[in-house]
C-alpha cells in the first residue's frame, strides 16, 4: 500500500520560513518523479515544484521560484520543500504527489499516481 504523509505545516507570519517534508513508502521512491502542489479555499490544485528522480532536475512555480527550494532524499524515501519569504499568498493546503511514467505533464495534477493527504500552511500578514 503506497502512502506519502506530509507534515511540517503550519501558521506563520509573513517573511518567515517553513520546510515541508513528505515520507513516502510502498513504492520504489526512487523511481518516481515528485512534486509539490498546493490548493488554496475556492481555487484549483496548483503547481508548486517538481524534482526527477535522481534530484538532478527541478522546476518551480513562477510564483515561488526563488523561494522555494525541492529537494529529495532517496536513502530516506522523502521530499521536502523549503520555503522562505512566506507571503499570505502562499497560504493553503500543500500537497505532495508523485509520478512514475513519463507521459503527460508534471505540472499537472491529473499525471500523478499517488497523493498525500496534505499539509495546511497559513502565512499571516
Known amino acids: 500500500q503506497v502512502q506519502l504523509v506530509e507534515s511540517g505545516g503550519g501558521l506563520v507570519q509573513a517573511g518567515d520560513y517553513l520546510r515541508l517534508s513528505c515520507a513516502a513508502s510502498g513504492l520504489s521512491f526512487s523511481s518516481y518523479t515528485m512534486g509539490w502542489f498546493r490548493q488554496a479555499p475556492g481555487k484549483d490544485r496548483e503547481f508548486v515544484a517538481v524534482?526527477?528522480?535522481?534530484?538532478?532536475?527541478?522546476d518551480y512555480a513562477d510564483s515561488v521560484k526563488g523561494r522555494f527550494t525541492i529537494s529529495r532524499d532517496n536513502a530516506k524515501n522523502t521530499v521536502y520543500l523549503q520555503m522562505s519569504s512566506l507571503k499570505p499568498e502562499d497560504t493553503a493546503v500543500y500537497y505532495c504527489?508523485?509520478?512514475?511514467?513519463?507521459?503527460?505533464?508534471?505540472?499537472?495534477?491529473?499525471?500523478?499516481?499517488?497523493w498525500g493527504q496534505g499539509t495546511q500552511v497559513t502565512v499571516s500578514s
Open positions: 504527489a508523485g509520478r512514475l511514467g513519463y507521459g503527460g505533464s508534471w505540472y499537472s495534477p491529473i499525471d500523478y499516481d499517488y
Open positions: 524534482i526527477r528522480r535522481s534530484g538532478s532536475y527541478t
